[in-house]
């Protein structure tokens, strides 16, 4: 663990390590542990130095689904032009609602484009209480319905603004993903040292723990132009950004002004307009550990003595129960290294 470090050592120049994580959660049964979680954790302060951090967090991770409001960023800087609902949604991993669904339709239809356009896979709501009421409904997977199909249809919406090939916008060298990707490399601060797939088929680039988090607090602190506009988009809907009963929303309505994203493979990041920030990944790509983790760190941070902030909701999301014989039996509880 470190502690006070310059928040600046992530950025270009510095070396970089494997992954490595260290242990951040524990599988509690019957009083016994018998599992762990190993990740890293970065926690910024206010002034943007390292309040804390355990784990290899400059080390080079994809962050998945918390690139989404870089992306979305990038987008408006390149005009695109939504309502804050809107907005949101092309910052979403969504959990497949019928307002979710309805909002990326309208997008599309903005741009003058309906479904066939999408190049995501189709899927079902990403959601289990919303997939099986959709089966019960008939529903058949769709690219809609797919929890990426928001930042999907923004970046169609995106190439029609500017005159941009609809057919190859997932290509690594479309005028818009090349946008993208100097815009995260400045949010980060790191360059973009990989480039993957992603599980929706668009670029994935690489940034470090550390990077996302700094990320994450800018956009946070933002008080003018596309950081400021995806910011408030996502504090005015972050049941349209993940779902209306996920965690996430949970939390970014008990933390006023936050601003929050997860991502798959146990990524998440959370920033106030303060500039405090966390932002982790979990190892082994576990969800479970992942909201218990970031409750732990923002209590840690001191985020939840701060004026507003609904201590006793931050801590009930990071609440993740182990059942035995169809009772509770056991947790999943943070291991945080001591100060």
Same mark, same amino acid.
């Given at each position: 663990?470190?502690?006070?470090?310059?928040? =600046?050592?992530?950025?270009?120049?510095?070396?970089?390590?494997?992954?490595?994580?260290? *242990?951040?959660?524990?599988?509690?049964?019957?009083?016994?542990?018998?599992?762990? !979680?190993?990740?890293?954790?970065?926690?910024?302060?206010?002034?943007?130095?390292?309040?804390?951090?355990?784990?290899?967090?400059?080390?080079?991770?994809?962050?998945?689904?918390?690139?989404?409001?870089?992306? +979305?960023?990038?987008?408006?800087?390149?005009?695109?032009?939504?309502?804050?609902?809107?907005?949101?949604?092309?910052?979403?991993?969504?959990?497949?609602?019928?307002? !979710?669904?309805?909002?990326?339709? %309208?997008?599309?239809?903005?741009?003058?484009?309906?479904?066939?356009?999408?190049? /995501?896979?189709?899927?079902?709501?990403?959601?289990?209480? *919303?997939?099986?009421?959709?089966?019960?409904?008939?529903?058949?997977?769709?690219?809609?319905?797919? /929890?990426?199909?928001?930042?999907?249809?923004?970046?169609?919406?995106?190439?029609?603004?500017?005159?941009?090939?609809?057919?190859?916008?997932?290509?690594?060298?479309?005028?818009?993903?090349? =946008?993208?990707?100097?815009? !995260?490399?400045?949010?980060?601060?790191?360059?973009?040292?990989? *480039? +993957?797939?992603?599980?929706?088929?668009?670029?994935?680039?690489?940034?470090?723990?550390?990077?996302? +988090?700094?990320?994450?607090?800018?956009?946070?602190?933002?008080?003018?132009?596309?950081?400021?506009? @995806?910011?408030? +988009?996502?504090?005015? =809907?972050?049941?349209?950004?993940?779902?209306?009963?996920?965690?996430?929303?949970?939390?970014?309505?008990?933390?006023?002004?936050?601003?929050?994203?997860?991502?798959?493979?146990?990524?998440?990041?959370?920033?106030?307009?303060?500039?405090?920030?966390?932002?982790?990944?979990?190892?082994?790509?576990?969800?479970?550990?992942?909201? @218990?983790?970031?409750?732990?760190?923002?209590?840690?941070?001191?985020?939840?003595?701060?004026?507003?902030?609904?201590? %006793?909701?931050?801590?009930?999301?990071?609440?993740?129960?182990?059942?035995?014989?169809?009772?509770?039996?056991?947790?999943?509880?943070?291991?945080?290294?001591?100060?």
């Amino acid at each position: 663990m470190t502690d006070d470090t310059d928040a =600046h050592a992530h950025l270009p120049g510095a070396p970089r390590r494997p992954f490595h994580g260290e *242990v951040v959660a524990e599988v509690v049964r019957s009083g016994v542990v018998e599992g762990r !979680h190993h990740g890293a954790v970065v926690a910024l302060r206010p002034d943007g130095r390292t309040a804390w951090s355990t784990g290899s967090v400059d080390a080079w991770v994809f962050p998945r689904s918390c690139n989404k409001p870089l992306q +979305a960023v990038a987008m408006v800087e390149a005009g695109l032009d939504l309502p804050p609902d809107l907005l949101a949604l092309a910052c979403a991993s969504h959990s497949g609602e019928p307002d !979710h669904v309805d909002r990326v339709r %309208a997008i599309l239809a903005g741009a003058g484009l309906d479904e066939s356009a999408l190049q /995501n896979p189709p899927d079902l709501p990403m959601q289990a209480s *919303v997939r099986d009421a959709a089966l019960r409904a008939g529903a058949e997977p769709s690219r809609v319905l797919m /929890n990426c199909s928001g930042k999907h249809a923004a970046m169609l919406a995106t190439c029609v603004g500017n005159g941009w090939d609809t057919a190859t916008y997932l290509d690594v060298d479309h005028p818009l993903q090349r =946008h993208v990707a100097t815009v !995260h490399s400045r949010l980060t601060g790191d360059p973009v040292a990989h *480039v +993957a797939v992603d599980g929706c088929g668009a670029p994935q680039l690489s940034a470090s723990v550390t990077g996302l +988090a700094w990320a994450f607090r800018c956009l946070a602190q933002a008080t003018e132009g596309a950081e400021h506009r @995806v910011a408030e +988009a996502i504090r005015a =809907h972050p049941a349209l950004v993940s779902g209306s009963t996920r965690d996430e929303r949970a939390l970014l309505d008990a933390v006023p002004g936050a601003i929050g994203k997860l991502g798959a493979e146990g990524c998440y990041a959370v920033a106030l307009p303060d500039g405090h920030a966390v932002a982790l990944k979990i190892e082994d790509g576990s969800d479970r550990p992942r909201p @218990v983790v970031m409750a732990a760190a923002l209590e840690r941070l001191g985020v939840l003595d701060l004026p507003g902030v609904d201590a %006793a909701a931050v801590r009930a999301t990071g609440r993740v129960t182990i059942s035995g014989g169809g009772s509770v039996v056991g947790e999943v509880r943070p291991r945080l290294p001591a100060t």
